[in-house]
Every structure is written in C-alpha cells, then in structure tokens.
C-alpha cells in the first residue's frame, strides 16, 4: 500500500513538471509572436 501511494506522488509530480513545461513553452511562443508581429505593425 505505501508503495503504491509512492509511485502515485512521484506520477503526480511529473504531472506539474510536464503542465510548467507546456506553460513556459506557450509563454514564449507568444511573446515570439508577439515581437514578430505585433510591434512591426505597431511601429508602421
């Protein structure tokens, strides 16, 4: 039993690993959109 509940915390931590990883991607991928696209038009 307590090595199932073991297994189940360490599952659960990759889980937050992976969704912080998906965010910090999703973060830059915008902010690169948004370098490239939106202050080229802004400064026309």
């Given at each position: 039993?307590?090595?199932n509940r073991?297994s189940?915390?360490?599952k659960?931590?990759?889980k937050?690993?992976?969704?912080l990883?998906i ?6 991928f ?9 202050i080229p038009?802004?400064e026309r």
């Amino acid at each position: 039993m307590a090595k199932n509940r073991k297994s189940k915390k360490k599952k659960n931590n990759l889980k937050i690993i992976f969704t912080l990883l998906i965010l910090a991607v999703i973060i830059i991928f915008s902010y690169t959109i948004f370098n490239k696209f939106i202050i080229p038009a802004w400064e026309r």
